[in-house]
């Protein structure tokens, strides 16, 4: 088999045509300049064994889109795995990205359809729970809110099933914790539908979290009564100030969580608590007090959680309000 010159992210290196593109390379630290570099590497080498068809449609269409031209980098190493795949086995040609066709939850809990979805290649995390997403798997990415609000946040990468699908109809615990952190980022109130804030009540009464100092300086006792009234009449959003959203996570994390949710739960009060006294000295002068100074906030931090490396805020979309249809994105598959 022919050898053909490969750029692995280091500036080194060769492969054949069904030998691993991904030798040691660490997909996820390499910017899009490299990854670039590495599928324009890896084209090359599938052209030189066959022309035609050109390789770069199918794989952009194995991602779910029209080419990579402006593809951002969790689409890049989407279609580093796609282009690795097809190398170490040439006859499976990439199956496109399908539009979703799942039944979805009415109401409240709906999320509006994914761009596209696919069986993962390779293991990997959620770009949303850090859940692990395994190799066959159904993964996906959700369309970017519209312009202008697409601008205001940082788009999330490949998705695992319930994050595209169910986390809003079905939350778990981590799905409200996870909610409560990208609102936080982005400098306002926490809005929750009927079902988190089912989750989030029940919780609540039921952990130790009213013995906690938190709740006996900043008693949580009306904002017991609104989740629970809310999730009585099924509201679309109940929406929880910044400084009462502090109390109820540190109401939690007293009441003795799970270990999963303890962590979590640690991770959120960490990066709040750098918001909140500046430990690394970010110039305010340049970065002010709201989102741009708590995201260099999480770039700087010396103890970097999933949070902080996903980063955000991510645009996990409210509940359309039924007396106002056009006031979420809705868009149809």
């Known amino acids: 088999m022919r050898d053909v010159s490969s750029d692995n992210g280091s500036g080194q290196g060769s492969f054949d045509l069904g030998i691993d593109l991904l030798p040691g390379v660490d997909l996820d630290s390499l910017d899009r300049h490299r990854l670039h570099r590495l599928l324009g590497n890896g084209f090359r080498t599938r052209r030189a064994v066959r022309q035609r068809p050109a390789p770069e449609p199918k794989v952009a269409r194995a991602v779910g889109l029209n080419t990579l031209q402006n593809a951002d980098e969790h689409d890049l190493r989407e279609a580093v795995r796609v282009l690795n795949t097809w190398l170490r086995s040439p006859a499976d040609v990439p199956e496109p990205a399908k539009r979703s066709r799942y039944e979805r939850p009415e109401g409240v809990g ?17 770009g949303l729970c850090n859940e692990p997403v395994k190799p066959g798997d159904l993964t996906g990415r959700v369309r970017p ?4 609000m697409d601008r205001a946040f940082v788009p999330m990468g490949w998705l695992c099933r319930h994050c595209l699908f169910d986390r809003r109809h079905m939350p778990r615990r981590r799905d409200v914790l996870i909610r409560f952190f990208h609102h936080l980022l982005n400098s306002s109130a926490v809005g929750l539908n009927s079902h988190e804030c089912r989750v989030l009540h029940t919780w609540l009464t039921t952990s130790g979290a ?28 109940t929406w929880i100030a910044f ?3 502090l109390t109820i996570l540190r109401a939690l994390r007293t009441g003795d969580p799970d270990e999963a949710d303890a962590g979590l739960l640690d991770a959120i009060l960490q990066h709040t608590t750098e918001w909140e006294t500046n430990p690394f000295g970010i ?23 999933f949070l902080s490396v996903l980063g955000g805020p991510f645009f996990l979309h409210k509940a359309p309000d039924p007396d106002n249809p056009e006031d979420e994105e809705t868009t149809q598959d």
Not at 114 to 120: I, L, N, S, Y
Not at 227 to 237: H, I, Q, V, Y
């Open 110 to 126: 709906q999320l509006p359809g994914p761009r596209g979805v696919k069986k993962a290649l390779a293991t990997q995390a959620c």
């Open 145 to 148: 809110p519209k312009p202008p």
């Open 210 to 237: 009213r013995s906690s100092e938190a709740w006996k300086l900043d008693p949580l006792d009306t904002t017991i009564v609104r989740l629970a009234t809310s999730t009585a009449e099924d509201k679309a959003n």
């Open 243 to 245: 400084p009462t959203s």
């Open 283 to 305: 110039d305010h002068r340049r970065y002010g007090t709201g989102v741009a100074y708590r995201q260099q906030t999480l770039k700087s931090t010396d103890r970097p959680t």
